[in-house]
Every structure is written in structure tokens, then in C-alpha cells.
Nanobody
Framework: QVQLVESGGGLVQPGGSLRLSCVAS????????MAWYRQAPGKQRELVAV???????TYVDSVKGLFTISRDNAKNTVYLQMNSLKPEDTAVYYC?????????WGQGTQVTVSS
């Protein structure tokens, strides 16, 4: 089993920045990828960013150039650096850890962007 612990959410003003972290522990295989999803009020969950074991990244169009996903394999940690935050970025953010035969989800962390 794999456990994920998220941190870094909170309240930030428009234009501000936050960095989310998600630490994985347990039975971890090296051939994995990690991702961030978010679910805003009244909207479906969407994939925000993905990073592979070798550091290849993909992003949803709305955050390209603004958010950066990265990982530290030695620490089994994935990060989401969020810059130039907008009110529409307000959502519960979830990390996801995927490896052969299983997916794991973090508990979610609330990000609120408001004046």
C-alpha cells in the first residue's frame, strides 16, 4: 500500500503563489508517475499536471506557464508550484500516485484565491 500526505494549501491573494507538496510512502515502485488534480466548486475534477519518473511534464492549458510540477525521487515527493494565482484556481487539489496495478490519492488540500 501507498500513503500520500499533502500539504501547502491555504488562502492566498490573487497574483500570489503557493507550493503544494505530496509525500508518498509505503510500497513504492520506481516505474511510477505522479499527478495533481483539482476540483472547483460546481465543476468536475480535472487533471492539472503530470510528471513522470524521468521528469517529463504535461499541463492543462489553463495553467501552462504559471504552474510547475516537479518531483524529488529520493524523497518520493511531488510538488506543484503555483504562481500568478487567480480566483478561478480555487479548488481542492489532490495528488495522485500511479504505479503498476494501482492508483493512490491524497486527502486533498484546499487552495483559496481571494482578496
Amino acid at each position: 500500500q501507498v500513503q500520500l500526505v499533502e500539504s501547502g494549501g491555504g488562502l492566498v491573494q490573487p497574483g500570489g503563489s503557493l507550493r503544494l507538496s505530496c509525500v508518498a510512502s509505503g510500497s513504492i515502485f520506481k516505474n511510477n508517475f505522479m499527478a495533481w488534480y483539482r476540483q472547483a466548486p460546481g465543476k468536475q475534477r480535472e487533471l492539472v499536471a503530470v510528471v513522470t519518473i524521468i521528469g517529463s511534464t504535461t499541463y492543462v492549458d489553463s495553467v501552462k506557464g504559471l504552474f510547475t510540477i516537479s518531483r524529488d525521487n529520493a524523497k518520493n515527493t511531488v510538488y506543484l508550484q503555483m504562481n500568478s494565482l487567480k480566483p478561478e484556481d480555487t479548488a481542492v487539489y489532490y495528488c495522485k500516485f500511479s504505479q503498476p496495478n494501482s492508483d493512490y490519492w491524497g486527502q486533498g488540500t484546499q487552495v483559496t484565491v481571494s482578496s
